[in-house]
């Protein structure tokens, strides 16, 4: 869609707040370009950021971002220079005559990276971002999904030239990812990991030679790729696929175990503020209480639930029902005991476990065992060897750096398909839909 952009006209922050015009209240921005469709995005992650980063590109970019900024001096905006001035947004009553509008303005960085390439540098809370995309919109520029950006520079920066389906599939994960680790393996894909080992081995298939490598003797040097390896690497990627698929959802851990042994009390400690109540009565929690923390730049939803016990009471049996649900479903369960509660954790369970002996301040002679993690959750006293020990458990599970990883159902549905064939045709196939879905 074609649209109409006015000109931009520079108004120092001063003539802002004036009530006429310099021309006596007569626009002279009138003049109308004809351009072609405009977009903006947010790059940064989700949430709060200390600055957030959003771009603008097309042909309309430079006048809808100088009609709503004004920099700080005057000089022509270069290419790549930084520009500091202030976000005031559309400047309403400049065309009407009616003077010029006083709005409350940012403080924010410009830079232009080309011509049609704007990026807008402002404080991270999302009030400051929905303003600038919304001043944007008024202006005429449209919003788009990173996956929709059209302009692959920005991905370009970072990843292959052009980027597949793949790439931008990244990108979109990128963008969601609130902490750094997860935003590690997602910037991986970006940068190409899953792109280029798809790519790698399309040239293979294309060339036929899976076929011919899976005839050759093993043990022949000339062909030393074959189906067995694809195949084993594919099985290598699709081991971390739990852990690419939900890069933006926090690990699940489950603090479980017996009424008043301090499941409460733990997780406020973990925390460092009072989120659960907790209490000399057992029975306190009676349903399941999520919080989100980070832990070694992991994002972590904890869970307390009721005390396990038997109960005859209907609204306490829920509570408990609901806690060996969240307890079978976690990614780690914080299993709890005390001095004289033992723990009520299936050893069977096949959901990761760390044994926790809480008010070891209770206890009457040293514990010797080595595998239970001891704390005192009312002084906050091995707190931090808990925090290491859920950090590891989680992070074991993590792709070294630079390792392709699926990141969404689709890519690996594709990788799946791919075990399931050693024909080169149909190889190529499904890498290419891989790379950039069905044909
Ligand atoms: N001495 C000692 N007391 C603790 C410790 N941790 C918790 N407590 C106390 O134990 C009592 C029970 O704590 P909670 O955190 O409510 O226990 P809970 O497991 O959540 O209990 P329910 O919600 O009833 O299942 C409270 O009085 C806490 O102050 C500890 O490490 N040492
Ligand atoms: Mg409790």
Redesign the pocket.
């Known amino acids: 869609m074609r649209q109409f952009i006015q000109l931009a006209r520079f108004v120092t922050p001063k003539k802002m707040s004036s009530k006429k015009n310099s021309n006596g209240g007569k626009a002279n921005s009138r003049e109308a370009l004809r351009l072609g469709p405009s977009v903006c995005t947010q790059f940064t992650g989700a949430g709060r950021s200390a600055i957030a980063v959003i771009g603008v590109a097309g042909p309309a970019a430079r006048p809808a971002v100088m009609r709503c900024f004004t920099a700080a001096s005057p000089r022509e905006v270069k290419p790549n220079e930084i520009r500091y001035g202030d976000w005031h947004g559309p400047m309403r009553g400049v065309d009407d005559g009616s003077g010029v509008e006083s709005v409350a303005s940012e403080s924010i960085v410009v830079i232009m990276r080309a011509e049609d390439q704007w990026e807008v540098h402002c404080h991270g809370g999302t009030a400051a971002i929905d303003r600038i995309l919304a001043d944007l919109n008024e202006v005429g520029i449209t919003s788009v999904k990173n996956e929709d950006w059209p302009h692959p520079w920005f991905a370009a920066s970072v990843g292959p030239v052009t980027p597949s389906l793949l790439v931008r599939e990244a990108t979109a994960v990128l963008t969601q990812c609130q902490t750094v680790r997860t935003a590690a393996v997602a910037m991986d894909q970006v940068r190409g990991a899953l792109h280029d080992w798809a790519s790698q081995w399309l040239n293979v298939a294309d060339r036929s030679a899976i076929l011919r490598a899976a005839d050759e003797k093993a043990g022949d040097d000339r062909t030393p790729i074959g189906i067995d390896d694809l195949h084993r690497e594919v099985r290598a990627i699709l081991a971390y696929a739990a852990i690419g698929v939900r890069l933006t959802a926090p690990f699940r851990v489950v603090l479980s175990?017996?009424?008043?042994?301090?499941?409460?009390?733990?997780i406020?400690a973990i925390l460092g503020y009072d989120r659960?109540?907790?209490?000399?009565?057992?029975?306190?929690?009676r349903d399941v209480l999520h919080a989100e923390t980070v832990i070694d730049g992991l994002p972590i939803r904890l869970t307390?639930t009721?005390?396990i016990h038997d109960s005859g009471e209907s609204i306490e049996r829920e509570g408990i029902s609901r806690a060996l649900r969240e307890a079978s479903t976690a990614d780690l369960v914080l299993a709890?005991q005390t001095p004289d509660t033992p723990a009520i954790a299936d050893p069977a369970s096949p959901t990761p476990r760390i044994d926790v002996l809480?008010?070891?301040?209770?206890l009457t002679t040293k514990s010797s065992a080595n595998d239970v993690i001891q704390?005192?959750?009312?002084?906050g006293e091995g707190i931090d060897v808990l925090l290491s020990a859920i950090a590891d458990r989680l992070i074991g599970a993590f792709p070294p750096a630079k390792s392709p990883v699926p990141l969404n159902e689709r890519q690996v549905r594709c990788l799946e398909k791919l075990l399931d064939t050693t024909e080169p045709l149909r190889l190529t196939a499904t890498l290419k839909e891989l790379l950039d879905g069905p044909a």
């Not at 175990?257 to 733990?266: A, F, I, Y």
């Not at 809480?358 to 209770?362: G, Q, R, V, Y």
Request: no cysteine.
């Open positions: 175990g017996r009424p008043n042994v301090g499941k409460s009390s733990l406020n659960s109540i907790a209490t000399a009565i057992a029975g306190t929690t307390d009721a005390g709890i809480n008010k070891s301040d209770l704390t005192i959750a009312t002084t």
